[in-house]
């Protein structure tokens, strides 16, 4: 199977995040990027390559400009900063009453961003755009033809960006630029099993009847992203009936797993897709230090399975999972169903 990674994932390295008024040791961090490599490498059968230079333009009907903008602009300016304290552009404030007015560097940070886990650094926008043309050209490859399956081996994850705003360690919605690319050549699926909801990429083709977003995760009322991921979310306008929420209890183990994941991939089927992009996070392992789910090592297999039986062209976008031992080797067991 032919992996594109992401030649500048480790320009974005985080020095921590805050949770509940405290500085804590980032999860998302590029020893991610290696503990896949290393498990497909040692797991063999996987060609390694880097995708062409990347261009903003994998970005249009994803993000608006004026967000990839700001991203750009704030990515520069923590580079040209002199203190390494400037170095990390974080939120603080966010936008409050009718009319926000967001006219300076500061306003512009809580604008463009929701929570306090994804600070701006002077590698961000690279880290993220390579990403992004990493997703993009998976997606040239599986649209012609010749792969089946394309894997995206990249960090910062995706999902969690937003049309015009980063959140959840996530800037670039990688898996939306796959899907937005396949749309002009027929409907498109999207299948979501990172633990979390995958909020971005639902708000991103909400309105669109071409691509149906499926996402299984945990209870909002629970987990982060904590205010979208319910069952009646389903689409608005023309995109009514085109999404699809399967929000699970935390410490679902596999037997309740299975036939959620079951039900989500049989409404990916009902839609009759010509192309499918798999969001896969290995963060509902029993192990993963945030996703609180009971799913071992061995279940990811099953997985894989379950989505190859769709039949359907797939680029495999590689999004959360936090486990540094376990990581790995769950990427492996999902994509070995593929290959196999
Ligand atoms: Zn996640």
Known sequence: ???????????????????????????????????????????????FEEPPKASEDALAGVHHPAYVAYLREASAEAKKARDSNAKQLWPTVFPYGPNPRATGARALRGTYCYDTYTPILPGTFASALGGAASAARAADLVASRSESAVY???????????????????????????????????????????VHHGNGTQHIFYARPDVLTVSVHGDPAALYPFYSGYADET???????????????????????????????????RFKPAFLVFAFGADAHESDPIGGMKLPTKFFAEMGAAVRELNLPTVIVQEGGYNLTALGPCVAEVLGAFAG
Do not use: Q
């Not at 509940?20 to 498990?39: K, M, S």
């Open 1 to 47: 199977m032919k992996v594109i990674a992401n030649p500048k994932h480790a320009e974005h390295a985080a020095p921590g995040e805050w949770e509940n008024g405290t500085v804590i040791p980032c999860f998302e961090c590029p020893p991610r990027f290696d503990a896949i490599r290393a498990a497909l490498v040692t797991a063999g059968g996987f060609d």
């Open 152 to 194: 995206v081996l990249t960090r910062p994850p995706g999902h969690h960006a937003e049309p015009d705003r980063c959140g959840g360690y996530c800037y670039l919605n990688n898996t939306a630029v796959a899907a937005e690319r396949l749309s002009k050549l027929g409907p498109v699926a999207v299948l979501d099993l990172d």
């Open 235 to 269: 689409g608005t306008g023309p995109g009514l009936g085109a999404n699809a929420n399967f929000p699970i209890p935390v410490g679902t183990g596999p037997k309740e797993y299975r036939p959620v994941m079951a039900a989500a991939r049989d409404a990916v089927a």
